[in-house]
């Protein structure tokens, strides 16, 4: 693991770097908000994509420890029901319903632009498993610097990404990481409670055959507008 002099290529550059993501603002309470934000935040050149739901938080009675909840199960709490076209409007719609009687100290909601650990993990096992172990690259935001006064490269194995978790340069999880083939991508915008994933489909099919991690399949929808 090595950090690199190095730009956001031209493939993921209006997508991953800070700057253009100024547009997603639109309207995020609109049906299908996860297809528009897709436009915005992955390269709409693969097969297939993904979104990861970063997890909601709850204090555990019995330990006093926060633990995950998925979107799915938060839902079920408040009597809403959970289906991926309308969830990020009804999770709006609960967040709401929530601070009329003052936020809980028991109930965090999902970390906005970094992806969990274990997701990470995950996607990045399956990638090893479908592709095999790559050379990729690690980008970070300027706001994901300690300095915040530049974007922040490394370049190294995909096994290798727990390395990441020990720089002092910065901080929490990638805002992108993608090879140089060009051949997949995983972006998480700063300003978003879910993580974008492009690929090939079998690559895709198998990070959405998985129990309890959040991750669903997309079709975009908005294609021929970008």
């Known amino acids: 693991m090595t950090t690199i002099d190095a730009i956001l290529p031209d493939w993921i550059r209006r997508q991953a770097s800070l700057g253009p993501n100024v547009e997603i603002a639109g309207d995020p309470q609109e049906n299908d908000a996860f297809w528009y934000l897709l436009t915005m935040c992955c390269p709409l050149m693969f097969e297939s994509y993904a979104i990861i739901l970063h997890?909601?938080?709850?204090?555990?009675?019995?330990?006093?420890?926060f633990k995950p909840v998925s979107w799915p199960d938060f839902f079920n709490l408040?009597?809403?029901?959970?289906?991926?076209?309308?969830?990020?409007?009804?999770?709006?719609?609960?967040?709401?319903?929530?601070?009329?009687?003052?936020w809980p100290s028991d109930i965090r909601y999902p970390a906005e632009g970094d992806c969990?650990?274990?997701?990470?993990?995950?996607?990045?096992?399956?990638?090893?498993?479908?592709?095999?172990?790559?050379?990729?690259?690690?980008?970070?935001?300027?706001l994901k610097t300690q300095t915040w006064e530049h974007e922040v490269f490394y370049k190294g194995q995909l096994s290798e990404l727990e390395r990441l978790w020990g720089k002092s340069e910065v901080r929490d999880n990638p805002t992108a990481i993608y090879?140089?083939?060009?051949?997949?991508?995983?972006?998480?915008?700063?300003?978003l409670s879910f993580t974008y994933v492009g690929g090939p489909k079998h690559l895709i099919g198998s990070l959405t055959n998985n129990v309890g991690l959040d991750i669903y399949e997309l079709i975009p929808r908005f294609m021929e507008s970008v």
């Open 55 to 65: 997890p909601f938080w709850i204090e555990s009675n019995e330990s006093s420890e």
């Open 78 to 102: 408040y009597n809403k029901q959970f289906t991926l076209g309308t969830a990020n409007q009804v999770q709006e719609e609960i967040r709401k319903e929530i601070l009329k009687e003052g």
């Open 116 to 142: 969990e650990n274990s997701q990470l993990i995950f996607v990045r096992d399956t990638i090893i498993q479908n592709l095999g172990d790559q050379v990729v690259n690690y980008y970070y935001c300027v």
């Open 179 to 191: 090879p140089d083939t060009q051949e997949w991508c995983l972006v998480t915008d700063y300003d």
